[in-house]
C-alpha cells in the first residue's frame, strides 16, 4: 500500500486503513459495524437510538464477528449515559464517539479508563476546545455532512481544523470514494469519515425500498430544515419534508401529534417514553414547548423511514453526498475500491512521473 496512505489513526486505532465508518442511528449496527472493522476501517455502533442491553448485545454481535476494534457513539445527554460509559469501558471499547457535543467529564472518563474519545465537530474553536481536554482525534463535519455541526464546506473546514490542533482528524462530510481521501490528506486530515456511503452498502439493514430512495436523490435532492426537531438536520427533500418545512408552529405540531398516534403502534414507544423524551429535551437545550413535541417525535420520523421502510411518513437523515452515489456495493467491495483509487490517484499525481530533474531544466 501507498505509505501515504497509513496514517496516524492507522496507529492510534490499530487500522489498515483510515476509513471510518460514523456512528449513525438506526443504521450502523453490529452487521455494518463488524464488516467495516473487517475490512480494514473502524466501524462505530450508534448507541444514541439504542437501550443499553441493546447495546450490550450488539457489542456481543460485533465482537462474535471481528476481533478488529470498533467504536460506539453516544449521546453524552442521554439519562442513562453512566451506564453507557460504564458498558463501553467494561467492554473495553476502542474509541467513543459523539452524537452531541460532549462534556469533560466524559471525556475524563474514557480517558482514565484508557478509551480512545472522538468528538466531531464543526469549527476550528470547537476543535481547540475538546483538544484541551485532551481528546485523542476529532472529526472535522463540513456542512455537505449531516447540518448539525455547521454550514461551512469540508474543503474550508478540514484544513482550518488541521492546523488548529496537533491530534489526528478525520474529514468528514460529502466522501464516497478514493479520490476524496487523497484530497483529504491533502488538507491535513489523517483519513476520512463517512456516513451516507456506508448507509448505502449491503450490509446496511436499512430497507431496500429506502436504500432505493437514496439512491434516487439528486445532488440538489437534500436540504438542511430545522423543522423536524428545531436543529438544523439535513435530510432528503421528501414531500412529508416539504409539508413539514410548509407548516407554521401550531399546524406542525398537530402534525407531530397525529403522527405520534400513527406511528406508536408500529414502533412500540410509548406516549410516555414520548414525554419523557420530550421533558429531557427541554432539560437539555432551549427548545419551546411546540418544539419539544417535533423533536421528540423526531427519532420516530427516522425509525419510521430507516426500519420500518415507510418513506411516506419517515424521515431521511443524509449528506449531500447522497447525490452523487448510484450503487449499493458491500462493506469489502467498498474499501477495497477507496484504497485502490486512493493509490492510483497518489500515482497520477506523484512527483515520480514527472522527473524533478527534468523540470529544473525546464525552468531552468
Ligand atoms: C442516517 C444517518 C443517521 C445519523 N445518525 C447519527 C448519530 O446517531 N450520531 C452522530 O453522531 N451522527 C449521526 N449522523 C451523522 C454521521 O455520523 C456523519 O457525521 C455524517 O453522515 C457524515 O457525512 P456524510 O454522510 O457526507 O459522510 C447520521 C447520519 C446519517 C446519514
Excluded at 408552529?249 to 414507544?269: E, F, I, K, N
Amino acid at each position: 500500500m501507498n505509505g501515504a496512505l497509513h496514517t496516524r489513526v492507522c496507529d492510534l486505532f490499530g487500522i489498515r486503513y483510515p476509513i471510518v465508518q460514523t456512528g449513525m442511528g438506526w443504521v450502523a449496527g453490529a452487521n455494518l459495524v463488524a464488516a467495516t472493522s473487517e475490512a480494514g476501517g473502524l466501524g462505530i455502533l450508534a448507541a444514541a437510538t439504542m437501550t443499553l442491553p441493546q447495546l450490550q448485545e450488539a457489542i456481543a454481535r460485533v465482537k462474535a464477528r471481528t476481533s478488529k476494534p470498533f467504536g460506539v457513539n453516544l449521546r453524552a445527554d442521554q439519562d442513562d449515559v453512566d451506564a453507557l460509559i460504564a458498558l463501553i469501558i467494561r467492554e473495553e471499547v476502542k474509541v467513543a464517539s459523539f452524537a452531541r457535543a460532549p462534556g469533560p467529564d466524559a471525556i475524563r472518563r474514557f480517558k482514565d479508563a484508557g478509551v480512545l474519545t472522538m468528538p466531531t465537530v464543526g469549527a476550528r474553536r470547537h476543535a481547540e476546545k475538546v483538544a484541551a481536554w485532551g481528546v485523542d482525534a476529532v472529526i472535522a463535519q463540513g456542512g455537505e455532512g449531516g447540518g448539525h455541526t455547521g454550514s461551512v464546506a469540508t474543503s474550508l473546514l478540514v484544513p482550518d481544523v488541521a492546523d488548529a490542533v496537533d491530534i489526528p482528524v478525520l474529514a468528514a462530510g460529502g466522501f464516497r470514494d478514493g479520490r476524496g481521501l487523497v484530497a483529504a490528506l491533502a488538507w491535513g486530515a489523517d483519513g476520512i469519515a463517512m456516513g451516507t456511503r456506508f448507509l448505502l452498502t449491503a450490509e446496511s439493514h436499512v430497507p431496500d425500498a429506502v436504500k432505493q430512495t437514496y439512491l434516487g436523490t439528486p445532488l440538489d435532492g437534500t436540504v438542511v430544515t430545522t423543522a423536524v426537531d428545531g436543529y438544523p438536520q439535513r435530510v432528503v427533500r421528501t414531500p412529508f419534508i416539504d409539508q413539514l418545512e410548509r407548516g407554521s408552529w401550531p399546524s406542525r405540531l398537530v402534525a407531530a401529534l397525529r403522527h405520534a398516534l400513527a406511528l406508536r403502534d408500529m414502533t412500540g414507544t410509548s406516549l410516555v417514553q414520548l414525554l419523557r423524551e420530550g421533558r429531557r429535551m427541554r432539560t437539555h437545550g432551549d427548545l419551546s414547548w411546540p418544539q419539544v413535541a417535533m423533536a421528540a417525535n423526531a427519532p420516530l420520523y427516522t425509525r419510521a423511514a430507516l426500519v420500518d421502510g415507510r418513506v411516506d411518513a419517515g424521515v431521511l437523515p443524509t449528506g449531500q453526498v447522497v447525490g452523487a452515489i448510484r450503487e449499493l456495493p458491500t462493506v469489502a467491495q467498498l474499501v477495497d475500491g477507496i484504497i485502490a483509487e486512493a493509490e492510483a490517484t497518489l500515482a497520477r499525481l506523484s512527483p515520480g512521473a514527472v522527473r524533478p530533474s527534468a523540470v529544473a531544466e525546464e525552468v531552468g
